[in-house]
């Protein structure tokens, strides 16, 4: 099997939180989805709470702590991201859109990105769609045609929560079928192309 970098983020504010709850639900279908296509997916997770002090002082400084720098490289060097939100008042809330922030807009151009969000209500369903999509696409991201959200009464073994698995079934099985169109992402090492010394000699003596 192919193995695949999956970074999973997730900006819920609470612990339990229903954020946490949807990205992982969804980064299982994935994995399950990818063994199917030959990939094997190594999911990574990020709380955006987790580092949100870092974020505050990453903005008004324009330095990245260690940490933060850690995952923004993890986001920049995956394979396929799975982005997950509460929605705030018919948006992604402010903490999701500060640690998209500090990526920059080169950094995704033509990352796979499934998109995921929850609410108090079914009504905020259309933010994925007039407010998550175009930020990605300003990013020039290939995000994949499904959108997952969930309400509260897409839980709990009613006909709304089959709905639910099924939506993050076929989101699954589109982000690893647009994974599977890429080759896999390679770390490049800095020393790599150091010449060794005879290689050196040879080269100054022409």
Partial sequence: MSAR????????????????LLS???????????????????????????VAHDLVNHLLTGFPSRGLEEH???VTKAD?????TPIF???????????????????????????????????HSLALEHAMRPMFAYMRATTVPTSIYAAPEDWGGTSA?????????RGAKELSLEVSRRP?????DPY???????????????
Avoid: C, H, Y
């Fill in 89 to 123: 008042t018919g948006s992604f809330s402010g903490l999701f859109k500060m640690f998209f922030d500090v990526i920059g807009p080169e950094q995704l151009v033509d990352m796979p990105v499934l998109l995921g969000a929850t609410g108090g209500t079914a009504r």
């Fill in 161 to 169: 929560s089959t709905s639910l698995s099924s939506r993050i079934e």
């Fill in 80 to 84: 396929a991201l799975i982005v997950v």
């Fill in 5 to 20: 970098s999956l970074v999973v983020i997730t900006a819920g504010v609470r612990q339990p939180s229903s954020t946490r």
């Fill in 192 to 206: 790599g192309d150091v010449m060794n010394f005879d290689q050196l000699v040879r080269s100054m003596n022409g």
């Fill in 24 to 50: 992982e639900q969804i980064a299982a279908a994935v994995s399950r989805k990818g063994a199917e296509d030959g990939l094997n997916f190594e999911a990574q997770f990020i709380e955006v709470r987790d």
């Fill in 72 to 74: 923004l490289e993890r």
């Fill in 184 to 188: 896999p992402k390679k770390s490049v």
